[in-house]
């Protein structure tokens, strides 16, 4: 074997522990490092301020939601659009609603979401389609927030602050796109996230298709009937449009209106309980 030969395959010895070290080494040291960081006073007073019942949370999910928010944080790119300025009371706000849905998911920071670019209002979005006649059209909206499956989450900054004042109206734009993040995990985003087992999609499947039922029927009898007439449904009518969106609104309302869910879905609370692994109830 010549020298260029064993130059060659001691370069490549190199390269392959190299990325060895970094594939399997390096993330066990940095989850180690972020782990032993003091969770900063400063981002104390901002999880204070938008969480309102931050302090009747359980003292072991406190501290799991600080853990939470550092990992995030380490983890995801920031970006003000059209003006908004983006600091630690923008990221650490957003970041403290988020980590709500993975309190107990141990090592779930949203991997697949790298991007979180936030507009200080309503943004105009334009989505183009091929209807069956092969006709493009251009639809646009003016959104509060929306989740992207290339690893990007948009939000408005007023919103953000809405959702953040009043945790009990059942109304939040950082829960419903997180939620739509997570169900994505399984592949597709269509209100069936990443479950444990074959049974729990059964059971999963089972539920969810007779609410999303359920709430579409009561939606579609919505306009035939006077405001007075209405039932008191805890569902926003929102929830009706696909599974996946009644999936992200189930999600705000278990976390911001569990006692609610509870009485009026029982078996979508429970299936949404298991899911997230907490119970609001014990801190609202």
Known sequence: MDLSSRVTIVLLFMFVVAVALWLFVYPRWRRKRLDSKPFPDSWHAIVRQRLPFYQRMP?????ALQNRITHFLAGKQFYGCAGQHVDDNVRVSIAAQACLLVLNRS???YSELHTILVYPSAFLVTHGGVNEHGLVSHDERVLAGESWNNGRIVLSWDSVEHGARDF???????LHEFAHQLDHQSGATNGAPLLASRSAYQQWAAVFTAEFESLRQLAMRQSTQSVHAQPQEVLDFYGATEPAEFFAVATETFYEKPTQLEAR??????QLRQYYGVDPREWQ
């Open 168 to 174: 009990s109206d059942g109304n939040n734009v950082v």
């Open 59 to 63: 003292a072991d999910l406190r501290l």
């Open 265 to 270: 879905h029982p078996q979508l609370f429970e």
């Open 107 to 109: 090592g779930d920071y």
